[in-house]
């Protein structure tokens, strides 16, 4: 495996279900982030991990919860979604969060019935 | 606020020379990156512009005006494969990136 990989790549899901999403890179990069991103709007950064510290979290609802065990490695915890959380779930990493561009992952298509 | 502006969508034909414009309104400023994500693919990154002026880089070229809140995009030779959304982001003062709801780039033979 090369660059940054994501599974499932889709996944439907209820409200009340648990489920969790993967992301691994093999770049030997030090940060990887989790984006939120809807039709016809802006990439919407949830999470960013640096040396597996959690340095940012954009207000995003208790619902999403962010695991980084080892810096290749990201995981996205879901329960109790609602319909809105509906969307492309990016995943992506760099090496260091300043200038440097961030390599993404194909990411995971999420619907919340 | 927070603000980057670029238009929804633009058709151009084969061949041809599009500009897909940036604009941009942020606290601080440490650089203006370009992605390209073609329809179900993850974004792959174009160009990264931290000083006035053109970057050129093949068939793709970006411009920044720092003093002007700009950029620009510009795609000479268009192919089909270029059909795509088209990402402006800036990295604000806290490095974290902003980002553009993106432009599709239409291609017409």
């Known amino acids: 495996e090369t660059g940054v990989t994501q599974t499932p790549r889709h996944l439907v899901m209820g409200m009340t279900n648990k489920k969790s999403l993967k992301c691994e890179q093999h770049?030997?990069?030090?940060?990887m982030y989790w984006y939120k991103q809807s039709a016809k709007k802006p990439l919407e950064l949830m999470f960013v991990?640096?040396?597996?510290?959690?340095?940012e979290n954009n207000s995003v609802p208790s619902r999403f919860s962010p695991e980084c065990p080892n810096s290749s490695h990201l995981f996205l915890h879901l329960h109790t979604l609602q319909p809105e959380d509906s969307a492309l779930y990016l995943c992506?990493?760099?090496?260091?969060?300043?200038?440097?561009?961030?390599?993404f992952g194909p990411g995971t298509r999420l619907t919340v019935l | 606020g927070q603000n980057i502006d670029q238009p929804t969508e633009m058709t151009a034909t084969e061949g041809a020379i599009v500009q897909i414009n940036c604009t941009y309104q942020?606290?601080?400023?440490?650089?203006l990156f370009w992605y390209q994500q073609h329809a179900g693919e993850a974004p792959t990154f174009l160009s990264y512009?931290?000083l006035d002026g053109l970057e050129e880089k093949g068939r793709f070229s970006s411009f920044l005006s720092r003093s002007k809140g700009y950029s620009y995009l510009l795609l000479k030779e268009l192919q089909m494969k270029d059909s795509a959304s088209y990402l402006c982001?800036?990295?604000?003062?806290?490095?974290?990136?902003?980002w553009g709801a993106g432009t599709k780039l239409i291609i017409k033979p």
């Open positions: 992506a990493s760099s090496q260091g969060e300043r200038y440097n561009e961030q390599f």
């Open positions: 770049l030997g990069h030090n940060a």
């Open positions: 991990y640096s040396l597996e510290e959690r340095v």
């Open positions: 942020t606290s601080g400023f440490n650089g």
């Open positions: 512009n931290v």
């Open positions: 982001a800036v990295m604000d003062s806290n490095y974290q990136l902003i």
